[in-house]
Nanobody, 126 residues
Framework: QVTLVESGGGLVQAGTSLRLSCAAS????????LGWFRQAPGKEREFVAA????????RYSDSVKGRFTISRENAKYTVYLNINNLKPEETTGYYC???????????????????WGQGTQVTAST
């Protein structure tokens, strides 16, 4: 059984930094690209960042480029999302997902991901 468990969310002041983690189990982690998405209630899921299964490719949405950094640590079966200068409008649930050996082109496509975590809530206070 594949599980993805996010952590690191919480209530933080806008403009500050935090790191989200997603620990995976039940799969061969190095065979999977990992992505972070976010979704507010009543809104569509939004791509945030992704890293390829080899770790050599990353993609970011334009809204987070330069502020968010995705990385992976295969030995720990964990993917991270470092968030800097968090904006109030980025208050929402953040979800990680795993996609078996996809190519760079499909990293932003949430419909192609195989497994999803339950999410972690990030709230930026003003």
């Amino acid at each position: 059984q594949v599980t993805l468990v996010e952590s690191g969310g919480g209530l933080v002041q806008a403009g500050t930094s935090l790191r989200l983690s997603c620990a995976a189990s039940g799969l061969t982690f190095s065979d999977y690209a990992l992505g972070w998405f976010r979704q507010a209630p009543g809104k569509e899921r939004e791509f945030v960042a992704a890293i390829g299964w080899s770790g050599g490719v990353t993609r970011y949405s334009d809204s987070v480029k330069g502020r968010f950094t995705i990385s992976r640590e295969n030995a720990k079966y964990t993917v991270y999302l470092n968030i800097n200068n968090l904006k109030p409008e980025e208050t929402t649930g953040y979800y990680c997902a795993a996609h078996f050996r996809t190519i760079r082109y499909y990293l932003i496509d949430d419909g192609r991901y195989d497994y999803w975590g339950q999410g972690t809530q990030v709230t930026a206070s003003t």
